[in-house]
């Protein structure tokens, strides 16, 4: 799991903790043998309104809301396309603090994708902005076997293909 992330870095060229810009999520994608690894950023303040910790039981909820739709296999964030027949092996979210002096927090969403045919695996369908509401677009790039790509979703352009 940690080479995925590794290999994530290494290719795609976000360095750790790359830009952090309001309204902007990054997705990271690695493709790798049978398993796709796909990782989400996203400015606290787009997740959930606040960049800070929870004042109260209500921001503690939206929180753990969030982390809940962003962290479990059946969120339903991505729609592989193609025949790769690709399920969610694992998924986990967390807040991470980010920058100098810990003034910027964001949410990492990390899923794996177990494929039949990962071979197949050309386009990736992104849902998340049903749950990130306040996400402007998302940045994308791709690593994998057939070499690299990114582009530029939005609400309306939901698809990733390379």
């Not at 739709?69 to 694992?90: I, M, Q, W």
Request: aromatic letters at 4%.
């Amino acid at each position: 799991m940690r080479a995925a992330a590794l290999l994530v870095v290494a290719i795609t060229g976000f360095p750790a903790h790359a830009q952090h810009v309001h309204g902007v999520a990054r997705l990271e994608v690695a493709i790798d043998g049978s398993k796709a690894t796909l990782v989400l950023t996203v400015p606290m303040q787009d997740a959930v309104g606040f960049e800070r910790a929870p004042r109260d039981a209500a921001e503690k909820a939206r929180v753990d809301d969030v982390l809940a739709k962003l962290g479990t296999a059946s969120a339903r964030l991505y729609e592989p396309g193609g025949e790769a027949r690709c399920t969610v092996a694992a998924a986990e979210a967390r807040v991470e603090k980010v920058g100098g002096g810990g003034k910027h927090t964001e949410v990492v969403a990390r899923h794996e994708l177990a494929c039949a045919n990962a071979a197949a695996l050309r386009s990736i369908a992104v849902h998340a902005f049903d749950v990130l509401k306040r996400v402007k677009r998302i940045d994308a790039r791709v690593a994998g076997p057939r070499g690299q790509a990114k582009g530029r979703l939005t609400a309306s352009k939901r698809e990733l293909a390379w």
